[in-house]
């Protein structure tokens, strides 16, 4: 509470307790008190300043629960590399110099493996399935378990949907095509890639088209129609692949430091943990909704030759993706924890889905 507001209030109970007695207001002023109090904190994320999606959800956290707190709450977002570098939001919010941040669990690969499993695994879970083990299937107690030590707790917070196979200047018939082939796809995608007989390298998303025009490498996935189109990959490659196996449905997290978390008053923890639901279902819903319409413009505007990844070259991937998740297992008892709950939950749904979703795709529109 401001001093000017805190004295308002201190003199108007005081009137009340003179009139109704003493009891009343020596119950009322802690409680009202400690209500009252404002909280501000500091959010730093993995993206470029209000980026369509990703920084726009991380903005419109901040502002719902600057709404819905009445202004108790108050987060102001900080793109990356303003506060702390674009990958430094993890020990930032690990070490309190934060209380929050906004990223892709993906991007920890190195300190905590098994936090992949809550971002996007290769041949993982598409965005309903993702919201199901974790919400509702026992993978939200994994996440914060493996974030306790790192005195994080996590939240979903966002879903990109399915991605797109990437954009390409050969084509993929068969296995063999990956042979040497030079492609921007970073994480697990990319040590799959590698076992392909192809390169991986690595770059921002800035530098994707510069290099796939002039050649420096034949392939690049980012992320699906939507941000494609504007970064304008179909000038620069001829060929748009899909599924994106390696990013079925990328979640988005919000990472917040166990001691400021503890530090809130319940219906503040409510508070947050409901705008994280919201910013989830915001996000994916802003990507289905867009991405449909720019591949519109895609295929009809720019005569994009969209490509199926062939059935073989698939079965194929899926096998050296099950081969890489089980080398980091052997060698990771937390990572295979979870990669078991996930294989788990995997096979139970794809059982579901299989009477479910399959059929229900099968179905096409009216
Ligand atoms: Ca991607």
Avoid at 147 to 155: D, E, I, Q, S, T
Avoid at 166 to 191: C, H, Q, T, V, Y
Avoid at 258 to 264: E, Y
Wanted: proline letters at 5%; hydrophobic letters at 45%.
């Amino acid at each position: 509470m401001e001093n000017s507001n805190r004295r308002e209030f201190i003199k108007t109970v005081g009137m009340g307790a003179a009139a109704i007695g003493a009891g009343i207001a020596s119950n009322a002023v802690p409680a009202m008190a400690k209500d009252e109090k404002t909280f501000k904190w500091k959010m730093v994320t993995t993206w470029p300043p209000h980026f369509p999606m990703l920084g726009e959800s991380a903005d419109k956290i901040a502002e719902w629960v600057n709404e819905m707190s009445g202004g108790r709450l108050q987060i102001t977002v900080y793109a990356g590399g303003e506060l702390v570098p674009a990958l430094g939001a993890f020990d930032a919010v690990s070490q309190g110099t934060v209380e929050m941040g906004h990223s892709a669990s993906y991007y920890w690969s190195g300190k905590c493996p098994a936090a992949q499993f809550f971002a996007a695994v290769p041949f993982g879970f598409n965005a309903q399935s993702i919201n199901a083990w974790i919400y509702s299937g026992g993978g939200m107690e994994l996440w914060e378990k493996l974030y306790a030590p790192f005195n994080m707790k996590p939240f979903l917070a966002g879903n990109t949907g399915v991605q797109m196979g990437g954009w390409f200047n050969k084509e993929i018939n068969s296995m063999a095509d990956f042979n040497g082939l030079k492609m921007r796809i970073p994480g697990l995608g990319g040590k799959i890639l590698a076992k392909a007989g192809g390169n991986s390298i690595l770059m921002a998303g800035g530098e994707i088209y510069t290099n796939l025009e002039r050649g420096v490498i034949d392939a690049a996935e980012w992320v699906g129609p939507f941000h494609d189109l504007k970064l304008g990959f179909h000038k620069a490659a001829k060929y748009y692949y899909y599924p994106g196996w390696h990013e079925l449905g990328t979640a988005f997290e919000l990472m917040v430091n166990l001691k400021a978390w503890n530090s809130l008053p319940d219906d503040l923890k409510a508070i947050l943990n409901a705008a994280t639901y919201k910013s989830n279902i915001w996000m994916l819903s802003e990507f289905e909704a867009k991405n449909n319409a720019a591949l519109r413009e895609l295929i009809d505007v720019h005569k994009v030759q969209l490509k199926e990844f062939p059935e073989p070259v698939i079965k194929e991937l899926k096998k050296l993706s099950k081969e890489v998740l089980d080398e980091q297992a052997a060698t990771d008892p937390a990572f295979k924890e979870v990669y078991e709950s996930f294989l788990a939950f995997q096979k139970n749904i794809y059982g579901w889905n299989k009477m479910s979703e399959e059929p229900y795709q099968k179905l096409k529109y009216i």
